[in-house]
């Protein structure tokens, strides 16, 4: 099953952009529910955004360099089941 | 432009199922978070341990300081719901210390200090297993208002020095003075009875060793048995620039520094803020007393 990895809005007070630094797991990787899967910047500090599933980065949907929004993809690990 | 970081400066960006059910908690209930506002690097930690800290009084603050990206403006008047729907949000938590801490308002009569009251009685009222801190603004030094806080009994008192003497008017803004936040912890000390008085500042804007000292040494002074140390990060481009990104060893050796000169309990780190632990941090304060003998809770 294919799992799409969205950047979370934080809330409504704030404009969540963020630029990417670059990814922490390569294409084909396998990646643990919690493990590191890209690097981002904000204004304020770095942040990482973790595997919200366990599974294989299929997609990387984003690349160094580009600004990204909350709600968009970033890319998409695949589940062993289904 | 991109900013770098070095790498301790690096946080989890919120994500995950409680993130979620922390985010749709808030929100059902219309209660503000200083960890939004602020735009607070902890968010995703805090909020994925189902843990946040309540904004009240609006997010609209009466005063513009350089340090800090909540929105400056003119407030809307605070909700005579509110005090009830954050009980409510810490009872759906599960939160056994509440946090609470407030724009300034400058445009109600007592500061907001009747509503922080209100807010303090309803936690308590709707969660009595619940201990509660707060962390109010000056309310340009009135005693009344103070008082009016500290009549609720909150558990923790605190109210933050943010920077050193030399940098505060740079920070705060001009015109603000740096005897104001220690005359407010002292009104606490004085008036509050058993209260915890805690304050933080933050590192990172130029300050030297010497005086940071002489921040912790003003600080006890004016009463206080706990110190929060963290790293000032600039939110966007129109706050104060980040002099200097403060090492991991640094901050432990103002922790031990502070430990030392006699505060109670302190914890400094990087991504140290005012609320950060702070359940943990009131309960080192209760042991030191207990083991000095001076408990007064029960």
């Known amino acids: 099953m294919k799992f799409t990895v969205t950047l979370t809005d934080l809330g409504e007070d704030t404009e969540d952009k963020a630029e990417v630094i670059a990814w922490m797991a390569g294409l084909g990787n396998a990646v643990q529910e919690g493990d590191d899967l890209i690097e981002l910047t904000t204004d304020k500090a770095a942040f990482t955004v973790p595997s919200p599933v366990s599974g294989v980065l299929t997609e990387q ?14 890319g998409v690990v695949e589940t062993e089941a289904g | 432009m991109t900013r770098s970081f070095p790498e301790w400066i ?49 997010t609209t603050c009466t005063r513009n300081c350089r340090f800090c990206s909540v929105r400056h403006g003119v407030p809307e008047p605070p909700a005579p719901d509110e005090p009830e729907r954050v009980a409510e949000a810490v009872a759906r938590l599960g939160l056994r210390h509440a946090v609470v801490t407030s724009v300034t308002r400058d445009d109600v009569e007592d500061g907001g200090a009747g509503h922080f009251r209100r807010t303090i009685e309803a936690i308590r009222a709707r969660n009595p297993e619940a201990t509660v801190e707060v962390l109010t603004p000056d309310f340009n030094g009135a005693r009344e208002s103070v008082a009016a806080v500290l009549g609720a009994g909150p558990d923790v008192f605190g109210h933050n020095v943010e920077t050193v003497e030399r940098l505060y008017p740079v920070v705060r803004g001009a015109g603000h003075a740096y005897r104001r936040p220690l005359d407010v912890l002292r009104l606490a000390r004085d008036l509050g009875g058993g209260t915890v008085v805690k304050s933080a500042f933050m590192l990172g804007l130029g300050e030297t060793d010497s005086e940071v000292e002489r921040t912790l040494a003003d ?18 481009a129109a706050q104060c620039t980040v002099h200097e990104f403060v090492s991991p060893e640094r901050f432990r050796h103002y922790e031990a520094t502070a430990r030392r000169m006699g505060f109670d309990a302190v914890v400094a780190g990087p991504f140290v803020r005012s609320s950060y632990r702070s359940g943990e941090l009131l309960e080192t304060v209760r042991g030191v007393r207990a083991a000095s003998g001076e408990g007064e809770e029960d």
Do not use: H
């Open chain 1, 61 to 74: 949907l984003v690349g160094e360099g580009d600004a990204v929004f909350a709600g968009q993809a970033l």
């Open chain 2, 10 to 58: 690096r946080r989890p960006w919120g994500s995950g199922t409680a993130f979620g059910q922390t985010k749709a908690l808030l929100g059902d209930l219309g209660v503000k978070t200083v960890c939004q506002s602020a735009r607070c690097p902890n968010q995703g930690e805090c909020w994925s341990c189902r843990t946040a800290t309540f904004m009240i009084l609006g």
């Open chain 2, 219 to 236: 600080l006890l002074d004016a009463g206080c048995q706990a110190v929060c140390i963290g790293q000032y990060l600039q939110p966007t």
